[in-house]
T-cell receptor
């Protein structure tokens, strides 16, 4: 069964700092990988989706990379802002059906 | 356009009662998913619908859980004889499900509390 791990579980950084969130998965036969953001008491907002044939995706200050062979993905956030404070989840899809989620990284950006 | 919507947003029920949770997917999305997020746990897959195919129920935790999708659109997740361990946030997602692109879009969730 696919296992997804996210490190660190929690991270606090001062505003303006660049940061990297890590995600690893055990089965490299994935269909795609998604990064989500979850605010307290809210649903999930999709940030970036990387297809298995791609190595990275960028959206604004966010850049996600994928190394399928090693089972790793990173989410890079540039020039962090207090509004970036949230829980970040990565999820992999290993077929047509469900996503396997990590337990998330809780990010706090301190003004 | 409108995103995925779920109702109710919050539901408090007594142990042993049945509950129904509703999901309205994005119009035109053929795939619909239910997930559960328990306190301190990651999201876990419950059930998946794709078009008119038989649903993938492999994630349902017990036979007290069932789901329907009527007319290929709205879905209802039913939990019978609720237990305290059923307390969680239930999230619904939909996707256009093409062979090339299968991004899942999530609703705001229903927070279920079983007393």
């Amino acid at each position: 069964k696919q296992e997804v791990t996210q490190i660190p579980a929690a991270l606090s950084v001062p505003e303006g700092e660049n940061l990297v969130l890590n995600c690893s998965f055990t089965d490299s036969a994935i269909y795609n990988l998604q990064w989500f953001r979850q605010d307290p008491g809210k649903g999930l907002t999709s940030l970036l989706l990387i297809q298995s044939s791609q190595r990275e995706q960028t959206s604004g200050r966010l850049n996600a990379s994928l190394d399928k062979s090693s089972g790793r993905s990173t989410l890079y956030i540039a020039a962090s802002q207090p509004g970036d404070s949230a829980t970040y989840l990565c999820a992999v899809q290993t077929g047509a059906n469900n996503l396997f989620f990590g337990t998330g990284t809780r990010l706090t950006v301190i003004p | 356009g409108a995103g995925v919507s779920q109702s109710p947003s919050n539901k408090v029920t007594e142990k042993g009662k049945d509950v129904e949770l509703r999901c309205d997917p994005i119009s035109g999305h053929t795939a619909l998913y239910w997930y559960r997020q328990s306190l301190g746990q990651g999201l876990e897959f419950l059930i998946y619908f794709q078009g008119n195919s038989a649903p993938d129920k492999s994630g349902l935790p017990s036979d007290r859980f069932s789901a329907e999708r009527t007319g290929g659109s709205v879905s209802t997740l039913t939990i019978q004889r609720t237990q305290q361990e059923d307390s969680a946030v239930y999230l619904c997602a939909s996707s256009p499900w093409t062979s090339e692109y299968n991004e899942q879009f999530f609703g705001p969730g229903t927070r279920l509390t079983v007393l």
